[in-house]
């Protein structure tokens, strides 16, 4: 009894506010479609337009002059496999792009740690080493919004039921490969040939039969990527309304959106 113990209980709009899970968006698409470009033009515009996305914010402390801080972040789907030795010396035949290729319970963890307020280790996966465990891990706190990104963020059903919006980047074959070219042998210190052999081997069937498959998860299609300004317009709206900031903003004009983590 809330009473006799002294023990001061939340209110029951407290206590729905304190339950409140973080906002989930996923960000699928096909390699070097642009959903990396997508997802930060978004965090950009909430920054720039002050969004308030507000769930573990207790607005009963703050003042209307103070400053708040709401955090986002952005979570790669880098959950890969570890390789053996073995798959790392024939690495050229190890097919990245296979849902098999990432570990789901791992992300699994981290989605119910983060939604349960707490804070998580986050693997720094190495692209040119293929290892988890060259950098330090990141630790990333629990935060209002989480941005899943990833090839295949829409494969696993556990992991689509934790997103409250799926957007699907589509970008045609073309473009992807002409920037997955530039991207692998300038940025990963690839040889074309690989990139191509990779390309045709493993990225483009599991585009088929894995990647395109998902699209009709998606509640929003992106056409052209981060060239569709429109769209990624439309989608800062929507976010804004869903979490219903509109009230909030007038009483509090200072809150601002703060990513906690820039990529996982
Ligand atoms: P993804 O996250 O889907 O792999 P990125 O957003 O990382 O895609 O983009 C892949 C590459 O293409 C990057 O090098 C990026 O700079 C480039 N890129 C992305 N969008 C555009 C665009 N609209 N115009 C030109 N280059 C782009
Ligand atoms: O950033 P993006 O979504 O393009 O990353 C996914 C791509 O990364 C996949 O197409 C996969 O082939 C590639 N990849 C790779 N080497 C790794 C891990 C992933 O080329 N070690």
């Known amino acids: 009894d809330q009473r006799t113990s002294g023990i001061e209980q939340p209110t029951t709009s407290e206590a729905e506010h304190m339950s409140k899970q973080p906002f989930v968006i996923g960000v699928a698409g096909g390699a070097a479609s642009g959903k990396t470009t997508v997802c930060n033009m978004i965090i950009q515009q909430l920054h720039d337009q002050r969004v308030v ?3 573990q914010l207790n607005l009963k402390c703050l003042k209307p002059h103070e ?3 709401v955090f986002l972040n952005l979570l790669r789907d880098s959950f890969y496999h570890n390789l053996t030795e073995e798959e790392l010396a024939r690495v050229q035949d190890y097919n990245f ?3 098999d290729a990432f570990d789901t319970e791992q992300l699994l963890c981290v989605m119910d740690k983060l939604r349960h307020g707490q804070a998580v280790d986050i693997p720094n996966y190495d692209f040119k080493s293929y ?3 060259i950098y330090p891990a990141r630790r990333v706190n629990p935060s209002d919004v989480i941005i899943l990104e990833g090839i295949l963020v829409f494969h696993d059903p556990r992991v689509r039921e ?3 919006m799926k957007i699907f980047v589509d970008t045609d074959a073309d473009v992807r490969l002409a920037r997955r070219i530039r991207r692998d042998t300038v940025e990963k210190c690839r040889d074309i040939g690989a990139v191509l052999d ?3 081997k493993f990225v483009k069937p599991a585009f088929d039969d894995f990647i395109l498959p998902t699209k009709k998860y998606a509640d929003i299609i992106i056409p052209r990527g981060g060239d569709n300004h429109v769209a990624i317009d439309l989608i800062v ?3 804004r309304t ?6 909030l903003c007038k009483i509090y004009p200072n809150l601002y959106v703060i990513q906690s983590t820039f990529q996982i």
Do not use: C, E, T
């Not at 869903?242 to 009230?247: A, I, N, S, V």
């Open 67 to 69: 400053h708040a801080f």
């Open 53 to 55: 996305l507000v769930n």
């Open 198 to 200: 990779q390309y045709s």
């Open 237 to 239: 709206q929507h976010i």
């Open 97 to 99: 792009d296979h849902p």
């Open 242 to 247: 869903k979490l219903g900031q509109h009230d």
């Open 131 to 133: 290892k988890s465990d």
């Open 162 to 164: 934790l997103m409250n």
